[in-house]
């Protein structure tokens, strides 16, 4: 089982709701568009070209969705994702030096950018040969890690853009105390509740509920 499924069904225990896993949003693409990112283009590709992304490649490639780990419908309205080891490479640190001052997050950078610096290397090793091979749109070793730190900014940078709150992340290494199972039940549950609440920037999920 994937460890994003045990944590999401916490969240949704913790929110009181059903998150929807197959979630798709028009403007959440696997190319960035000038309609999807509005005054932020620029800055996306400025992103895309730091990370020596090829064009040609990503025009050509098949159009796609980028689904997220989970979308918390109303009252909370909010894409989810759950950010295990392999996000967490120099190349996502790379991310926050392009992100837009006026985008609400609903995580701290400054401790993403920590565990990249931390975690780097067992991050571009983690896994099987065949999830690390070459991408088109990124033609280099490595480059697939540089893609999915492109794509991670979508999932952040969109959804303010497009009516959604501030994409919520938790990474891996925030619940390792609930995945190695030193906290369980409704001790797991307080800790949950805790993260999300700093997250959504709340005292307690009762206060979002009655927003």
Avoid at 129 to 139: G, L, M, V, Y
Wanted: charged share 25%.
């Amino acid at each position: 089982m994937r460890l994003e499924v045990g944590i999401i069904a916490l969240v949704e225990e913790v929110l009181g709701i059903t998150a929807e896993r197959r979630t798709h949003f028009d403007w959440l693409r696997n190319k960035p568009r000038p309609k999807d990112f509005g005054e932020h283009y620029d800055a996306v590709m400025a992103l895309y070209a730091e990370l020596e992304g090829d064009w040609q490649s990503t025009t050509a490639k098949a159009d796609g969705y980028l689904i997220p780990d989970a979308y918390l419908p109303e009252p909370y309205h909010f894409i989810f994702e759950f950010d295990e080891l392999q996000h967490f490479t120099r190349y996502r640190e790379q991310t926050f030096l392009f992100y837009p001052a006026n985008i609400p997050l609903g995580y701290e950078p400054q401790k993403y950018c920590q565990f990249c610096q931390q975690h780097h290397v067992a991050a571009l090793a983690k896994g099987p040969e065949r999830f690390r091979r070459r991408t088109a749109d990124f033609p280099y070793v490595n480059g697939r890690a540089a893609q999915r730190a492109f794509f991670d900014t979508f999932r952040d940078w969109l959804p303010p853009l497009h009516g959604l709150n501030p994409t919520v992340r938790l990474a891996e290494f925030e619940v390792s105390s609930i995945l190695n199972g030193q906290l369980t039940g409704d001790a797991a549950k307080v800790y949950m509740e805790r993260l999300l609440c700093e997250r959504l920037k709340i005292s307690s999920i009762a206060e979002k509920i009655k927003r």
